[in-house]
């Protein structure tokens, strides 16, 4: 793709000099178009992915999120598997170290239940790598419409913790 433009986040030197093309972004990033500035995926794809319902990963940040491949059946129970035996061990080895400390099995059970439902789903839901970077700047006011409208209707799939802890920065909390 030929097109160019001034990178939304570009502060310096504005000119007309910045493309999408391949390979300026992470490496999994590198068949995608990317800005030449700023390595952000071209947002066209990046909404196309958000309507596939690839995990849209928030950061600390209100300009920039991750996307990556959503995390298959067999992925996901493979990752509870592993999540269960993980636990299981911590849970065995902290009775060692308190010998007053002796659960049953069943409670250890009960006890991994618990934290499964409240923290380990969310964890193993999250895509096993954040495939691509995304500036929110580069989408137009229709895509953040749409953004908008996807995550408010649970149409968005949104990964670890489940919604975004900093407000992407075009959206109003209790906005109209």
């Known amino acids: 793709m030929t097109e160019k433009f ?14 999408w093309e391949k390979g300026h972004s992470l ?3 590198a068949d995608e178009l990317s800005c030449t ?5 071209h947002p066209d794809r990046f909404m196309e992915l958000v309507a596939a319902e690839w995990p849209v990963t928030p950061t600390d940040k209100g300009h920039k999120a991750y996307i990556g491949k959503p995390v298959t059946d067999k992925e996901k129970e493979a990752k509870r598997r592993q999540w269960r035996r993980d636990w299981r061990a911590a ?10 400390y002796k659960p049953s099995p069943e409670e250890v059970e009960a006890m991994l239940d618990k934290l499964w439902e409240d923290h380990g789903k969310l964890q193993i839901m999250a895509p096993a790598a954040m495939d691509f970077k995304f500036y929110f700047q580069h989408l137009s006011t229709e895509q953040q419409h749409e953004f908008v409208d996807r995550y408010n209707s649970g149409e968005m799939a949104v990964g670890y913790p489940g919604f975004f802890y900093t407000t992407p920065y075009f959206a109003v909390e209790g906005g109209s």
Request: hydrophobic fraction near 20%.
């Open 27 to 29: 490496l999994s990033q």
């Open 37 to 41: 500035y700023c390595g952000s995926l």
């Open 91 to 100: 849970a065995f080895t902290a009775c060692r170290e308190d010998p007053s």
């Open 6 to 19: 001034t990178c939304p986040r570009r502060t310096d030197n504005l000119t007309d000099r910045d493309r």
